[in-house]
């Protein structure tokens, strides 16, 4: 059995993005767009380590207008973080040691993705972006 050729599709569907985005009746169809080229994660833009000192010093990932995607590895420490914006606090928040692997999709994600140590010992994040 042959897997499927994943970035042949995704660009395939990369070239034919116009064309899901051309009824004027429904408006731009990102949605679906979107999902599918989440779904084939795209290629490479940057890789990255980042740092938070302590869990009094949360840290957001760096822009990259491209990303689409990522992945994540937590190293030297224990982190807890939020998707959304908002500073993540010890007390509430998940607690991922270290060796864990996180996936973001879509940029609002990767944007919105804050995280910090869990205690003083800092804490890294392997990073890959994919656009």
Excluded: H, W
């Excluded at 994660?41 to 990255?48: A, C, K, R, S, W």
């Amino acid at each position: 059995m042959t897997l499927p050729d994943r970035l042949g599709y995704a660009e395939e569907l990369a070239n034919e993005r116009p064309s899901f985005n051309s009824r004027d009746d429904i408006g731009p169809t990102t949605g679906l767009t979107r999902r599918m080229m989440r779904y084939f994660m795209g290629n490479p833009t940057q890789y990255f380590l980042v740092t938070s000192a302590s869990n009094v010093t949360p840290t957001q990932l760096p822009d990259d207008p491209r990303a689409q995607s990522a992945v994540l590895q937590v190293i030297g420490a224990s982190m807890i973080y939020r998707c959304d914006g908002t500073n993540p606090s010890t007390g509430t928040e998940q607690i991922l040691p270290v060796g864990t692997i996180l996936y973001l999709t879509g940029s609002e994600t990767i944007k919105g993705f804050i995280f910090a140590a869990v205690g003083a010992t800092p804490c890294s994040l392997s990073v890959n972006y994919f656009d």
